[in-house]
């Protein structure tokens, strides 16, 4: 099995900044797309960044400029740097990892359990 740990999150005024980590154990051969999403109370679980295994990524247009995705391959580990931080980004926030994919075999995805971040003053 595959456990993602994450950490980071917290209360943070408008403008300020947060870094959020996620790491990746158990049986992992090797690990495609890794990403973040986030949910706010009342709403759908909405995409904000991916980072495939080259290294392209892809971002919400509501995050573009203001945050960053990284991902150490030898950790395991996927980040993303949020700065400029707004309310509207108040949210739960999920990391995912997506493993490579082998014929015959189920795809393997996997959710952490989220970290709150808030924005307020």
């Known amino acids: 099995q595959v456990q993602l740990v994450e950490s980071g999150g917290g209360l943070v005024q408008p403008g300020g900044s947060l870094r959020l980590s996620c790491t990746a154990s158990?049986?992992?051969?090797?690990?495609?797309?890794m990403g973040w999403y986030r949910q706010a109370p009342g709403k759908q679980r909405e995409f904000v960044a991916t980072i495939n295994s080259g290294g392209t990524t892809n971002y919400a247009d509501s995050v573009k400029g203001r945050f960053t995705i990284s991902r150490d391959n030898a950790k395991n580990t996927v980040y993303l740097q949020m700065n400029s931080l707004k309310p509207e980004d108040t949210a739960v926030y999920y990391c995912?990892?997506?493993?490579?994919?082998?014929?015959?075999?189920?795809?393997?995805?996997?959710w952490g359990q989220g970290t709150q971040v808030t924005v307020s003053s």
């Open positions: 158990g049986r992992i051969f090797s690990i495609n797309t």
């Open positions: 995912n990892v997506d493993l490579v994919r082998i014929r015959g075999f189920p795809r393997q995805n996997y």
